[in-house]
């Protein structure tokens, strides 16, 4: 019953035709006109390493006294408002959004910076539970844009680790220490490695990931993410 509703559904209201965040008609575009307002687009000051919005574009004080492994990290939105919820929607399976969220990333991207992308593991808990990677969703998708390849499981989560949502900055970094592993140096050696996610916040997560492709021979790590915290000063 409920695979014959979700067919009627996907028939009368199709994912282009209506809002992906109050479901109103829109024939063709993922947002509706009042929706959208509901988006901060990160388009204005940012931080050139974090990319995190700023009230002037220059380094926040946390890249500038302890600056994060990868060269630099840019997002397409500001966390907040109707991205939550539009990020908080992918993550409960409207996989289609990863088309909306990649080109909305890739007008942020050079791809002539890049030789490969690559996503970012669950742990076997989270995506035995999900059924899916939103980050590999979406790296797929932006790779697809940059023509460059999209290195499928190169990276994986070898130990699980306790949610980062409560955590302080120092705690998420000593969370994540040693969680990932590249699965084969030779894909990533000397390579210029763009990591895909949804949401960058401290960027410890990144920071991470970027110190394990490091290890492993890549030769600068750069992020993409759907959204990012603003970077308020304490």
Same mark, same amino acid.
């Not at 993409?224 to 970077?231: R, W």
């Given at each position: 019953m409920?695979k =014959?509703?979700?067919? #009627?559904?996907? #028939?009368? =209201?199709p ?9 109103? @008609?829109t =024939?063709?575009?993922? $947002? ?7 988006? /901060? ?14 009230v002037?574009?220059? !380094?926040c ?15 397409? !939105?500001?966390?907040?408002?109707g991205? /939550?919820?539009?990020?908080?929607? =992918? ?6 959004l ?6 909305k ?8 910076e890049?030789?490969?992308? /690559?996503?970012?593991? +669950? ?5 035995? %539970?999900r059924?899916f990677?939103q980050? @590999? ?6 790779s @697809? ?5 999209? +290195? ?5 989560? $070898? %130990?699980? &680790? ?11 970094? @000593? ?12 894909d990533?050696a ?7 996610d949804?949401?960058? &916040?401290?960027?410890?997560? *990144?920071?991470e990931? &970027?110190? &394990? +492709? $490091?290890?492993?021979? *890549? ?6 993410? #759907? ?8």
């Open positions: 409920k =014959f509703l979700k067919t #009627v559904r996907e #028939v009368l =209201f994912n282009d035709l209506t809002c992906d965040l109050c479901g109103r @008609e =024939f063709g575009t993922n $947002i509706c006109k009042d929706c959208i307002k509901t988006l /901060v687009f990160n388009n204005g000051a940012t931080c050139p390493i974090c990319g995190r919005k700023t002037r574009p220059e !380094l004080a946390e890249c500038k006294y302890s600056p994060p492994s990868f060269k630099k990290a840019v997002s397409a !939105l500001v966390y907040d408002g991205a /939550v919820m539009l990020i908080n929607k =992918f993550k409960s399976g409207r996989a289609h990863k088309e909306y969220f990649a080109d990333i890739c007008e942020k991207l050079n791809p002539d890049y030789d490969c992308v /690559v996503s970012v593991p +669950l742990n076997r808990k989270t995506a035995k %539970k059924g990677n980050s @590999e969703l979406l790296a797929r998708a932006v @697809e844009r940059l023509k460059v390849p999209y +290195l499928k499981g190169a990276l994986i989560k $070898i %130990k699980d &680790t306790d949610a980062q949502k409560a955590l302080s900055q120092k705690e998420r970094r @000593e969370n994540l220490k040693g969680c990932f592993e590249v699965v084969k140096r030779e990533v000397c390579k210029r490695v763009l990591v895909a949804d949401v960058l &916040t401290t960027g410890a997560t *990144a920071d990931i &970027t110190k &394990t +492709l $490091i290890k492993a021979g *890549a030769a600068v790590v750069c992020v993409a993410t #759907v959204a990012s915290v603003e970077y308020k000063k304490s």
